[in-house]
């Protein structure tokens, strides 16, 4: 000890030269200014600069200078800036350098280069836009080291302007020297752009007849006067954004907002709404402190909110009790707002039906006119298309339930580390990639639906992206075993060593124990809609004990037939119908014609259907569950978006609170162990409630109880049996609060760890990184990192 | 004569030759009473057509038509498409061991009065009797020859982007009537199958229109799997426009309910046409003119690509149309 510190002394005047190998989230961050100045304050000589293995650092100075250094790096990080790992190593002093300086990046091979998330707008830039005397008055592309585009304008790595859609902006004299300038909050801010040099904004009629373009000031503040004055009039605009256009129009104008839903035919989808203020949202929505810090976060996603009983949303989202609502986080819808004209713009991702947001101007011009009536576009190049992120607070959590703009192409740490890359294809629909490299995975944004040639086109667009980005070159592909996925389809086709086929509810299990970390033997309790199972049946009630290797299916939802294929999903009608037909035979089709008159025709022959065993496929999925009740209560006879019977079932459960439940029956398979849970009885009572005229908003209240009670009885009776420690859950429906508080709490009550979602959707946008952890499990070179 | 088919009907004896002579010559055979190993074409021009197909529908009697329909129809259409002028065809029946002699006769007049209605003359035959349960009532194969004018070259390989596809109606209606003959379902208005001989309407048509450059059936797999064969061998992409298909009401409705696809529906009097967009108006007016061609229409177009078929939907944005990989499952979780 004494030998120890005596020879620190010595040191600490003795000059030495160290090199630095930092990574992170260190480009793009204001990082390098950030090193500049405190080497310089420290008296430190040498240089720092972006290389794509990360921010390189070489520093000379005494051992007592070097020392102070390192603690202030780690100690005073920008707020946006990360650090994963610092390598050191000595070199030899030189003599050389006068003072600190950095240093222009220069290519070298890819590595662990960390992209950055695309960032709010920041305060000092907010003011800028705003501040008739600055020269970033009304312009709205202002960025800085601390705000604006990053993963959506990056096109490779190293992060510099010539690899962003910055590229063809040459720079103007004033935007140079702050660019140049170390301490300057725009020093190697790679996208930044002024009305002297940077891209042009444009509104343009939905003819393609240019109706303004502006760069300088004055030329801008006319033209957002003119959008402002349109959107007054009612009218729909097509606005770039950062991660792919919206179709805009004020909330508050029931005419525009009626309008904008006819043209997409989206009678009844909840629309996400952005408010001027935070106050706003407060005034309508009831606001927990933990909601309004992830509203005004940097990555502002859209949160889903509880209306106010005074608020009327029945325009953006009817029949259902929350909103999802964000803040301006471009300075483009700042600008929108810039006079206190508007109060609540609709901001709904712009696409033609079926297809991926649009992201190009001249795509949005030849695309899109037929859902708008102008267009408010500029000249910057979106790179990766990016929707806004959704996100909801359940239990005090941040639950994810779209992880895309702001969070990609964040990393996430596993518990288990697999030496080979693999690529995880996920699901079909809210399609969301993964790659897995050591013990990190990163989610690849928003994809959306598979099921078109420009959904798969997309897909296959991201992923070279991301391979060419990230230097992935996977020895693995990981994909869903359902044997009509376009997805699978693909994976199939790519070109990668092995290829692991994956069960969809076991993938959904192992998503969210490796977003908390878990290994072991774990009960997933997984209620999803449909995915294919193990036995050509279509699973989705499910009880999964295991781990990421393998899983035993050790208790399941009765199947209930499915009549028609999708058809039946898309319509929850059809789903009731096979419920009466189950519960009461020939009489339940006579009910289902009295409670559907002008639909005898079809019950006829879907009961004829039903009888003879045609077109009929058998699911245990809980959301097909969901569907019949919320159709046999006149609740959503006929789904207009996807999960609509759920979403407004629960909303109907939420109104009511009762303490009793309907009756559920457990039996077991004669062949196996395998416990089926038989609904049979509970849709006995339901129907008969029903026709005892109870009202709807009780029945759904004890239909969500007795789901729950089921739940909570079955994980406490096998937790007990094979004595578990930790459940998840996971899977589409566990989106219904509801469900999920009753039975997170009655199982924490148990003294039983239960986990849910948070980073990772429990929904299909889930799948990839369950699908990644298990194919690095089955490869069986896993070791284990704790 | 018995009522049923005894196995000593197939062995060629006594029976056997009453069975001939009392149902086949007697419907087939019109002015000539020899029984034929194998006919001789002894005075034909032009190139060979041949073509061969086995019949195995169930139920072998449903709404539009019936087994032997089908059995001529199918084998005179295959000719046909690739431009011929179908002249001859031979017959092979399997029939059970207690088939009911009515019924058979009932078939075997279907076929003489389709063959008739086609132009062509049934020239030999061949007739098997199996064991009670060893077949589903009767099975029966068909071969035909016809004849291609000299000057007519119909291929694939003369498909270029920018052609049209045209069909002669509303499609998947064979499909559909099997399926629900088969099902046993009662549709209050249902759908009948299209099964008919086009030799005629399509000679008519090369007449007008010689530039047509190929055609096909679209038998079983229905469009979407004919187009997709089509694409794969051309290595060019064909996209089909959603809003143009000709689907009748009735069968909108039924695969509504059924949860099919009609494009993937079995077609048995319908032809796909591809000819160079400049003749599309001429083709269609000639096609609907036609009885055989009444709701023509031009269902989709070559494009440049690598062999896929795309459906353009009404809603904007473009399907994958593939192989069907068995029997559709739902997808949405
Ligand atoms: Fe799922
Ligand atoms: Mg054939
Ligand atoms: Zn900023
Ligand atoms: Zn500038």
Redesign the interface.
């Known amino acids: 000890m004494a030998k120890g510190s005596s020879a620190q002394v010595d040191k600490v005047d003795t000059v030495a030269r160290e090199r630095l190998l930092v990574k992170g989230v260190v480009q793009g961050v204001g990082f390098r200014p950030f090193i500049y100045r405190i080497a310089r304050e420290e008296a430190l000589t040498g240089f720092v600069r972006n290389t794509s293995k990360g921010v390189e650092i070489e520093l000379e100075g005494t051992r007592g200078q070097l020392k102070r250094f390192s603690e202030r790096m780690h100690g005073e990080l920008p707020a946006l800036a990360e650090i994963d790992s610092v390598d050191a190593s000595e070199l030899p002093i030189t003599g050389q350098d006068s003072q600190f300086q950095i240093v222009t990046s220069h290519t070298q091979v890819k590595g662990d280069v960390r992209i950055p998330t695309d960032i709010k707008v920041c305060e000092d830039c907010q003011r800028e836009i705003l501040d008739q005397a600055d020269r970033h008055y009304y312009y709205p592309l202002t960025n800085c080291t601390n705000c604006g585009p990053r993963f959506t304008v990056i096109k490779d790595v190293p992060y510099d302007r010539q690899m962003t859609t910055m590229e063809p902006f040459k720079m103007c004299s004033a935007c140079e020297v702050e660019y140049m300038e170390p301490l300057d909050r725009r020093f190697h801010a790679q996208p930044t752009a002024c009305p002297d040099c940077g891209p042009k904004t444009k509104l343009i009629t939905q003819a393609g007849e240019t109706l303004a373009v502006a760069s300088a000031s004055t030329e801008l503040r006319a033209l957002f006067a003119q959008a402002r004055k349109l959107l007054l009039e009612g009218k729909i605009i097509a606005v770039k954004g950062l991660g792919g256009f919206h179709f805009v129009c004020n909330a508050n104008d029931s005419e525009a907002v009626r309008k904008l839903r006819a043209r997409k035919?989206r009678p009844y989808k909840p629309l996400a709404v952005m408010a001027r203020n935070e106050q706003l949202i407060k005034d309508r929505c009831r606001v927990s402190a933990i909601e309004e810090q992830i509203l005004i976060s940097t990555q502002a996603p859209i949160v889903i909110l509880d209306k106010k009983d005074t608020a009327d949303f029945s325009l953006v989202a009817p029949g259902i009790n929350t909103v999802g609502v964000m803040l301006p986080y471009a300075p483009i819808h700042l600008l929108l707002f810039a006079t206190d004209e508007l109060d609540w713009l609709v901001m709904t991702s712009a696409n033609?039906?079926?297809?991926p947001i649009t992201i190009d101007n001249e795509e949005a011009l030849t695309?899109l006119n037929s859902y708008v009536d102008y267009f408010l576009l500029h000249d910057r190049e979106i790179e990766q298309r990016c929707d806004d992120s959704l996100v909801r607070i359940i239990l005090k959590k941040p639950v994810m339930i779209r992880r895309s703009r702001g969070y990609t192409p964040e990393r996430i740490k596993l518990p288990i580390n697999s030496d080979k890359t693999i690529l995880a294809v996920g699901?079909?629909?809210k399609n969301i990639f993964a790659y897995m490299k050591k013990d990190q995975v990163i989610l690849s944004q928003y994809i959306g639906e598979i099921?078109?040639?420009?959904?798969?086109q997309n897909f296959i667009r991201n992923v070279g992206h991301f391979e060419r980005l990230f230097d992935l070159e996977p020895d693995i592909v990981a994909y869903d075993k359902?044997?009509?996925?376009?997805v699978t389809?693909v994976a199939k086709l790519l070109p990668y060593d092995s290829k692991v086929e994956i069960q969809?509810h076991h993938a959904h299990m192992a998503s969210c124990m490796a977003e908390h970390g878990l290994t072991g033997t774990t009960l997933g309790v997984i209620l999803?809609?449909?995915?294919?199972g193990d036995d050509q049946t279509?699973w989705?009630s499910e009880l999964l004990l295991g781990d990421y290797k393998q899983f035993t299916r050790i208790a399941h939802g009765k199947l209930l037939p499915?009549?028609?294929?999708?058809?039946?999903?898309?319509e929850p009608w059809r789903m009731a119908v096979s419920l009466l037909h189950l519960s009461k035979g020939e009489q339940g089709l006579r009910l289902a014609s009295e409670i559907w008159p002008d639909r005898h025709?079809?019950i006829?022959?879907?009961g004829?259907?039903l009888e003879?065993q045609?077109?009929i496929?058998y699911?245990s999925g809980m959301?097909r569950l969901f569907d019949g009740i919320s159709a046999l209560l006149g609740i959503c006879d006929i789904s207009t978006y996807?999960g609509e019977a759920a979403i407004r079932l629960a909303s109907y459960a939420e109104r009511f609170k009762v303490n009793s439940t309907y009756t559920v029956k457990l039996t077991e398979e004669t062949t196996e162990a395998t416990k089926i849970i038989d609904w049979l009885a509970m849709i006995d009572e339901i129907i008969t409630d029903k026709l005892n005229k109870v009202s709807p908003e009780l029945i759904a209240y004890k239909f969500h109880m007795t789901i729950a009670k089921i739940m909570v009885d079955l994980i406490i009776d096998i937790t007990k049996n094979y004595s578990l420690k930790q459940v998840v859950l996971s899977g589409?429906t566990w989106h219904n609060e509801l469900l999920l508080t009753e039975v997170v709490n009655a199982v924490n009550e148990a003294g039983l760890k239960i986990y849910f979602h948070e980073q990772v959707p429990t929904?299909?946008s889930g799948i990839a990184l369950g699908q990644a952890m298990i194919a690095a499990a089955k490869i069986d070179k896993i070791r284990s990192t704790s | 004569m018995t009522e049923k088919i005894l196995l000593a009907h197939g062995d060629g004896g006594k029976l056997t030759h009453d069975l001939i002579d009392n149902v086949f010559v007697k419907h087939f055979y019109v002015d000539n009473n020899a029984l034929p190993d194998a006919f001789v074409a002894d005075k034909e021009p032009g190139k060979i057509a041949f073509t061969t197909d086995t019949f195995v529908v169930n139920p072998l009697f449903f709404k539009g038509g019936d087994i032997g329909k089908i059995a001529i129809a199918g084998t005179v259409n295959d000719l046909a498409v690739v431009g011929a002028v179908p002249k001859y065809i031979s017959c092979g029946f399997i029939i059970e061991e207690g088939f009911l002699i009515a019924d058979l006769e009932k078939i075997v007049e279907s076929m003489a009065k389709t063959a008739k209605e086609a132009g062509v003359a049934i020239v030999t035959g061949d007739t098997k009797v199996v064991e009670k349960n060893k077949g589903d009532g009767v099975f029966i194969n068909t071969s035909g020859i016809g004849f291609v004018p000299e000057n007519r070259t119909l291929s694939y390989k003369e498909i270029a982007p920018g052609d049209a596809v045209l069909i002669n109606g509303n499609i998947g209606e064979h499909g559909m009537a099997i399926m629900s003959e088969r099902?046993?379902?009662?549709?209050?208005s249902p759908v009948k199958s299209d099964c008919q001989a086009l030799n005629n309407f399509i000679e008519k048509l090369m007449e007008h229109v010689p530039e047509v450059k190929f055609m096909r059936d679209p038998t079983r797999g229905g469009v979407a799997t004919t187009l997709k064969e089509i694409a794969t061998d051309t290595g060019l992409n064909i996209t089909i426009e959603e809003e143009s298909l000709p689907v009748s009401d009735e069968l909108m409705g039924a695969v509504?309910?059924?949860?099919?696809d009609p494009l993937y529906l079995a077609n048995e009097g319908k032809v796909l046409i591809f000819v160079p967009q400049d003749k599309v108006e001429t083709a269609l007016e000639i096609m609907s003119s036609l009885p055989e061609g009444i709701g023509s229409k031009q269902i989709a177009t070559v494009g440049e690509g690598n062999g896929?078929v795309?459906l353009q939907?009404a809603?904007?944005?473009?399907?994958?149309i593939?192989l069907l990989?068995?029997?559709?499952?739902?997808?949405?979780?």
């Not at chain 1, 033609?352 to 297809?355: A, D, L, T």
């Not at chain 1, 999803?528 to 294919?532: L, N, P, Q, R």
């Not at chain 2, 099902?183 to 209050?188: A, D, I, M, T, Y």
């Not at chain 2, 809603?315 to 994958?320: D, Q, Y």
């Open positions: 035919k033609p039906s079926n297809m695309e699901g079909e629909m099921d078109s040639w420009e959904g798969r359902h044997p009509s996925y376009q389809e969809h999803d809609g449909t995915g294919y279509l989705g499915v009549v028609g294929g999708e058809k039946a999903i898309e025709k079809e006829d022959l879907l004829q259907m003879k045609i077109q496929v699911s959301g996807e589409g929904n299909d | 099902s046993g379902l009662n549709f209050s509504d309910l059924l949860g099919l896929q795309f939907t809603f904007g944005g473009k399907k994958i593939d990989a068995g029997a559709p499952l739902p997808r949405i979780c």
